[in-house]
């Protein structure tokens, strides 16, 4: 499966952009997609992930009430809505997909698939 993520950009903060996730190659069926994000010198960031089947879905509680992750069947894509958004909010932002136990689904070593970042920057 190779994952492209889009829709990254310049914002102010209180603005909203929509990320976008989508395979090619395959299809997230059985999996669970995630999107994660990091800082230059930073670890990388759990931000929210779903499992495709079912739709059960995890936030980060920094991002919780913020965003909202779901999924677009028709496309086969995963899109990841930020309101709302603050200049920490600002990071190179990653889709993956693994298939990690509930529990694990905050944990970047559980997903074996990413993609290959797009940049997310809220100015003050």
């Known amino acids: 499966v190779q994952l492209q993520a889009s829709g990254g950009g310049l914002v102010q903060a209180g603005g909203s952009l929509r990320l976008s996730c989508a395979a090619s190659?395959?299809?997230?069926?059985?999996?669970?997609i995630g999107w994660f994000r990091q800082v230059p010198g930073n670890e990388r960031e759990f931000v929210a992930a779903?499992?495709?089947?079912?739709?059960?879905?995890r936030y980060a509680d920094s991002v919780k009430g913020r965003f909202t992750i779901s999924k677009d069947s028709a496309k086969n894509a995963v899109p990841l809505q930020m309101n709302s958004l603050k200049p920490e909010d600002t990071a190179v932002y990653y889709c993956?997909?693994?298939?990690?136990?509930?529990?694990?689904?905050?944990?970047?070593?559980?997903?074996?698939?990413w993609g290959q970042g797009t940049q997310v920057t809220v100015s003050s």
């Open positions: 993956a997909v693994g298939r990690p136990i509930w529990s694990s689904m905050d944990n970047s070593d559980s997903y074996y698939y």
């Open positions: 779903i499992r495709w089947s079912g739709g059960n879905t």
């Open positions: 190659g395959g299809t997230f069926g059985g999996y669970t």
